[in-house]
Every structure is written in structure tokens, then in C-alpha cells.
């Protein structure tokens, strides 16, 4: 999209001003992590750029945030509860939700609208209201302040991403591998093993990625049934945001931003995978 | 499903039923063994997520406290007429479950939720239960003479009103009425006003962000779907991986960027817009939740009006220029009505992901900006007033649910897509 050679110059002004405007919110999209970034680097305890770091002076920067973060037990401690939690509802929704995906995505499924809607309801209704339900429900069950509660209360919230990801992977599936697996003698069992899963698990990776980082990134239900022995990454944060404001919270933020680099590029390559595979681009 | 059978009529009559009948198990075979597939997942998800749901729904009318913890009351109550004070035989039973309660330690729960109702209750019961050893025959006269409150006939037409064991008194507290002692519900005076008043600003400041992520939004989106495969591809990472990155992440650099000596600061005193003294407060107040909260659900609306304009072939605008159209006109009357389905889309996800929003407000939103959601929060850990935060957490779904079922007919759920 260039300027035509027979625009006038107020189309010119209005062309380059339409991209400046867009210039603008790239920034405005990009700014807050750019700004973290160099910030996790200072040597002050302060949330703001000092003299000597906009002078380049490298006694300005220092990774002593860092060290704070991997010498703090709690922050350790919060590592290692995200960890085995979201890899344990990752696991259980990537399982529940192919299922899933595969029932609904046979014709012969009834009340097919309808089992879509609840699947997906976790992904509608507002988490705090989920929390408040799971606060009163949980702790009635006796699993609040567990890690079998907060992982279940993930898995739930983590699976419409897994169903909506592997019904799309899916909806160009060529059902007739399927009859000539079958035809060929192979048991259900096989054929899915061998023809359904290589083809749907692109699918299936980018959902449980997805459910990876709603579990990584949740906070909301772990303020309420979480228990000081369940604390998370996201939870920590948000004590110290709340509490004492220390720099040490932007090491955190640089890192998890790192790891959402990741695994940006690790969907990214899975979809363009995808669509290789399936012959779409 | 109905499957023709004509072709095979060269059978014989009892041969066709039987085929029937045959394809009529393998259809239900079938059936079960995809309701088979999906059953996992439907009960876990109404174990874990629709199940704590109902029982908050429950939980905003149930009202077990003063029925279970002054039983001998409520029943004596239940004969009393209301026109004057009661008799010694309920003052009486107000007296033994006083004191009972109070060896027990339960009569606290039933006074702190009388208190939910008119405030004073709560010492008018706890006062009598601390001078215990005063109670004496014939109780009416001692009780009324340890505390005054107990000559009021409004306060015993609250706990006989409070006895039942469901409530609606959440709700009218929910939507900012009271009740009369005489049972008269009616609303408050409107400066008194909270919940009604915090869920207009909820709506009102969520419409102000879905119209912020259109005004933004679109002509990014525009950018994006016009420009070549390979640039727009680079350009989509900047708006993916605010996308990515961890929700506290992003309110906590806006914390960093917004604070009178944050970085947004310091440049305009840098530039000599405002003084060093005169640093603008952009943030613990309704501007800080409006911008934090506009970045973060900005992706929201780019992905799906991006994967919208990508359908609209340029030719159409190029061919409106060659008849004679402005710029004006070809946008306006050509390019808009066919992107109308990404921005209903976008905003829809937007308006109903920001109505519900709580960590956000709740870390940059100070005292003008917060959400109802915050309000949910601080009757669940704050007041531990559970009544009513469960009461505020229905009518908060109710208002979403009812939002969703629009979007629903209008675009339809199959449409949700994901990066």
C-alpha cells in the first residue's frame, strides 16, 4: 500500500498521517514492554530511569534484582508451585479437551450447541466470579488451599482453549484417512494412533500451550483458593505489587516476557506447520 | 437422522426391518460413542466450574444464620403479629438463645448478619450477651432494662423477617434498597447509592475502553490487512506479544510509566510541558484503569478485525475511486459496512472480557476506578459479607450471560478464534 503517483497533496498528508497514527499504537502496544526491559537492569531501587542509565554509565546497571529473585526462597518456592501446577493442568486439559474435540466434532453428536456453550463457559464468565464460586465450593469438597484444587480449578479454565483449538485443527480434517485406514484393515485404535493424531496434534500443542499459560498467568482463583503453600508466580507478583514495590518484580516480568517470546514463536511455527500440512498456504 | 431404505425393496419386508434396525443401532452406536467422548469433560467442567457457580447462586439467597443460630426465637416469632412489642414467652425464648448462643460462641454469626441489615444490631445482641448474668425472670423487663434497643419493636420485626431460612435481602442490599421495618422496599437515597452506581461506571467505563480499542484498533488492523504477507507478519508480533505477556506484567509497567515519577512524567517535564511540581497523577484513579486496561484488551480487538479485513478485496475500494467516489464515500460506503461483523465481534469480546475485569483496576484503578468486580473481591475477603457478594456476582453474570446470548445470534460462538 503506497501513496498512487496521482494523489493530491492532501491525500498525501492524509496517507502519511494514517501512518504515523498507526506508528503511534505500535508504540503505544509495545512501549510498556519496552520499558520493563532496560528498568529490570537498574541499579537504584527505583521504578524509574536514573541519571546515569539514560548516560549509558555502566556502573548504572546491575543484575543484582535478578540475583534478589534466584536467592529468595518465596520467589524459588513460587517458581516450582507455577511450575508443577501448570504442568499438571496442562496435561489433564490437553487429554480432556481432545477428547472433546473429537466428540464434537462428529455429526452424530445431539445437543451439539449446547455442550459447546458449557465447555466454553469457563472462557465467558468473569473469573472473579468463578473464584468466588470456587472459594465457597472447594473448601466445602475440602480441596481449597491444595494443589489438587488449584490444578482441577486450571484444568477448567485452561480446556476451551485446548477444544476450540483442536475442533478449528479438525473442521479441515480429511474424514476419509479415517474409512481408509479402516478399509485397510487397521482397529480404530490404530488408525487414530496413526493417522488422526499425527494430523490434529499441531492442534492439540498450540491448545495446551494456551492452557499452559492461562495456568502460568492466573491469578484471580489463586487469590482466593490458593493456600501460602500453593503460592504462584502470578500470586507473588501480586503480593509485591500490592505490598512493597521492588524492582525485583521487573527482573520477574523481563523473564516471563522472555518466556512468552518462546512461546509466541513456539505457536507461531506449530500454525504455519499447520497450515503446511494441511495444505492451506 | 432418516436414511432411505427404497433402493434395497427387492427385500423382503422382514429382511427391511431387520436392516432397519440394524442401521438403526449402528446410528445409535455411534451417537453413544461420541457422547462417550465428550462426557469427560462435560462432568468435569460441571464438577469443577458449574457446580461452584450454582452453589454461589444459592448462596446469594440462602440465609441459614439467624435461623439456625437463635432457633427458639424465630419459632416463638413466627406467631407474633408485629402490631406490639412481644410477650414474655418470646422474650423468654430471645433470652435462652442468648444465652446459649453465647456458651457456644454462635450467637456472633447471628448478630454480625442482623447487622448486614440495620447496623446497631450487632451490639444491641452482643451488649445483652455480655451482661448475661443479668438475665433474669421476668425477662422482658431485664432485657429491656440491660439494653433499650430491645423495646423497639422495629428491631424485633428484623429478626423475625431475617428468620426465614431464604433471603432476598441480598438482592434489595444489591440494588441499593432497603427495607422498611414494616417490609416496604424501596430505594435508598440516591447519594447513598454504591452497588447501582459502581455497575453504570463498570458499563459506562467499558464502553469508554471498547470505543478506545475500536478508535485504535482499526486502523491498525486496516494497516495490517493491507499491507504485504511478510511485513504484516513482523508488524503482527508487536501487537501478539503484548497478547502473550503476563497480565501483571503489563499493569505493572504501566505502574512504571504512568506514576507521577514514571517515565511518562519525567518526559513531559523533560519537554517542558508541565512543571516539576505540577506532575499530572495518571495513574490510581479512572485514566490509569482506562489506559492500563485499553493495552491490554487492544489484541482483543486487532485479531479479529484484522482476520475480517483480510476477507474485504481491495478491488472494491479501488473500483469505488474509479466511479467517481471520495476517499470519504468509497471508505465510508463501501470498505465500513463489510468490516461491521470484526468490529461487532471485537467489541463484544472486549466489552464482556472488561466488564469483569478485577486485577487491573484493583492495582491502578485507586478509589475512582474500580470495577464491580472489586467490589465482589472486598465483600469476599474484605467484609466477609458472602451474602452479598454472591448476590453481586449473579446479577454481574446474569449482565454477561446476557451480553454473550447477542453475540451469540448475532455472530455466532464457531466464529471464536484464537491468534
Redesign the interface.
Known amino acids: ?1 503506497a501513496v498512487p503517483s496521482y494523489a493530491g497533496p492532501l ?1 498525501r498528508t ?1 496517507y502519511y498521517s ?2 504515523l ?2 506508528g503511534a ?2 508504540i ?6 519496552l ?2 526491559v532496560p ?1 529490570s537492569f537498574n541499579a537504584e531501587p ?4 536514573t541519571e546515569g542509565m539514560l548516560t549509558l554509565q555502566p556502573e548504572a546497571f546491575s543484575l543484582r534484582w535478578y540475583e534478589e529473585f534466584l536467592t529468595s526462597d518465596r520467589w524459588i518456592d513460587s517458581i516450582k508451585n507455577s511450575v508443577i501446577v501448570a504442568f499438571c493442568a496442562t496435561i489433564l486439559s490437553a487429554i ?2 481432545t ?2 474435540a ?3 466434532n ?1 455429526s ?3 445437543f451439539k ?1 449446547a ?16 473464584a ?7 473448601s ?1 469438597m475440602g480441596i481449597s488451599q491444595s494443589y489438587l484444587g488449584l490444578i ?2 486450571h ?2 479454565l485452561g ?1 476451551p ?1 485446548v ?3 483442536v475442533t ?1 485443527t479438525l473442521s479441515n480434517f480429511d474424514h476419509t484417512l479415517i474409512k481408509a485406514g479402516a478399509s485397510l484393515g487397521a482397529t480404530p485404535t490404530y488408525t487414530f494412533f496413526k493417522v488422526t493424531m499425527p494430523l490434529i496434534m499441531t492442534g492439540v500443542i ?1 491448545g495446551a500451550l ?1 492452557a499452559m ?1 492461562t495456568s ?2 492466573e ?2 482463583v489463586a ?2 483458593i490458593a493456600g501460602v503453600e500453593q503460592r504462584t508466580i ?1 500470586l507473588q ?2 503480593s509485591g ?2 505490598e512493597q ?1 521492588s524492582p525485583t ?2 527482573a520477574v ?1 523481563t523473564i ?2 522472555t518466556f ?2 518462546i ?2 514463536t513456539t ?2 511455527i506449530l ?1 504455519r506447520r499447520s497450515d503446511r500440512i494441511r495444505g492451506i498456504s | ?1 432418516s436414511i432411505s431404505v427404497e433402493a434395497t425393496s427387492d427385500l423382503s419386508p422382514e429382511e427391511q426391518k431387520r436392516l432397519k434396525i440394524d442401521l438403526h443401532r449402528s ?1 445409535r452406536r ?2 453413544i ?10 462432568v ?3 464438577v ?9 447462586l444459592f ?1 446469594s439467597v440462602d440465609n441459614p444464620l439467624v435461623h439456625d443460630f437463635m432457633p427458639q426465637t424465630t419459632i416463638a416469632l413466627e406467631s407474633w403479629d408485629e402490631k406490639e412489642l412481644p410477650d414474655e414467652v418470646i422474650f423468654a425464648a430471645l433470652a435462652q438463645d442468648i444465652i446459649e448462643g453465647r456458651k457456644a460462641k454462635t450467637i456472633g454469626k447471628a448478630a454480625k448478619r442482623l447487622n448486614y441489615e440495620k447496623s446497631g444490631m450487632r451490639s444491641l445482641i452482643m451488649g445483652t450477651a455480655r451482661k448475661y448474668k443479668k438475665i433474669e425472670d421476668p425477662y422482658k423487663e431485664s432485657l429491656i432494662k440491660i439494653k433499650k434497643g430491645w423495646g423497639d419493636i422495629d428491631n424485633w420485626k428484623i429478626i423475625k423477617r431475617l428468620g426465614t431460612s431464604l433471603t432476598t435481602s441480598y438482592y434489595i442490599n444489591a440494588f441499593d434498597m432497603e427495607t422498611s421495618p414494616d417490609g416496604e422496599v424501596s430505594f435508598v437515597d440516591p447519594k447513598e447509592q454504591i452497588y447501582l452506581k459502581l455497575f453504570w461506571r463498570t458499563i459506562w467505563m467499558s464502553m469508554l475502553i471498547t470505543a478506545m480499542t475500536v478508535l ?2 482499526y ?2 488492523s486496516h ?1 495490517l490487512a ?2 504485504p504477507t511478510k511485513t504484516a507478519n513482523i ?1 503482527m ?6 497478547f ?14 504512568l ?1 507521577s ?3 511518562l512524567n ?1 518526559l513531559l517535564v523533560w519537554f517542558g510541558v508541565i512543571a516539576d511540581e505540577a506532575r499530572v497523577q495518571l495513574i490510581y484513579n479512572a485514566i490509569g484503569t482506562v489506559v492500563a486496561m485499553t ?1 491490554i484488551l ?2 482483543f480487538m486487532i485479531l479479529p478485525l484484522y482476520s475480517v479485513m483480510k476477507t474485504v478485496p481491495p478491488s472494491y475500494l479501488r473500483a469505488a475511486r474509479s466511479l467517481g467516489a471520495t ?1 470519504w464515500t468509497a471508505f465510508w460506503q463501501v470498505y465500513l459496512p463489510q468490516t461491521v461483523p470484526g468490529i461487532s465481534a471485537g467489541a463484544i469480546l472486549v466489552f ?1 472480557l472488561s ?5 487491573t483496576p484493583a ?1 491502578v484503578g485507586g478509589q475512582s476506578g474500580q470495577f464491580i ?1 472489586n467490589l ?2 472486598y465483600h ?2 474484605g467484609s466477609l459479607n ?1 451474602g452479598l ?2 448476590a453481586l ?1 449473579v446479577m ?2 446474569v449482565l ?2 446476557g451480553i ?1 446470548a447477542i453475540y451469540n445470534r448475532v455472530i455466532g ?2 466464529q ?4
Not at chain 1, 46 to 49: D, K, M, T
Not at chain 2, 246 to 253: F, M, N
Open positions: 500500500m491525500e492524509w494514517f501512518r497514527f498507526c499504537v505500535f503505544f502496544l509495545i512501549a510498556p514492554i520499558v520493563i528498568l527505583y521504578f524509574s530511569f480432556l479437551g477428547l472433546a473429537l466428540g464434537l462428529r452424530e453428536l445431539p450447541g455442550i459447546m456453550g458449557l465447555l466454553i463457559s469457563p472462557m465467558i464468565v468473569p473469573l472473579i466470579i468463578a468466588a464460586g470456587m472459594f465457597f465450593f472447594y466445602k482441577l480449578a484444568t477448567a480446556t482453549f477444544v476450540i483449538t478449528a498450540s494456551f499459560m502460568f498467568d491469578v484471580i487469590i482466593f502470578p507478583m501480586w505489587i500490592r514495590i518484580i521487573l516480568a516471563l516476557i512468552s517470546i512461546m509466541l505457536v507461531e500454525r | 437422522m446410528l455411534n451417537k460413542r461420541a457422547l462417550m467422548l465428550v462426557a469427560p469433560l462435560v468435569f467442567i460441571i469443577t466450574f458449574v457446580a461452584p457457580i450454582g452453589n454461589m448462596r485504535l484498533g486502523p491498525v494497516l493491507s499491507l508488524l508480533i508487536l501487537v501478539l506479544l503484548p502473550w505477556t503476563s497480565l501483571l506484567v503489563r499493569t505493572t509497567s504501566w505502574i512504571a510509566m506514576q515519577q514514571g517515565i519525567d493495552h487492544l489484541p476517499p464482556i466488564i469483569g475485569y478485577y486485577i492495582l468486580g465482589i473481591a469476599m475477603q458472602w457478594a454472591a456476582g454481574l453474570l454477561v450471560l454473550y460462538s464457531n471464536v478464534k484464537l491468534g
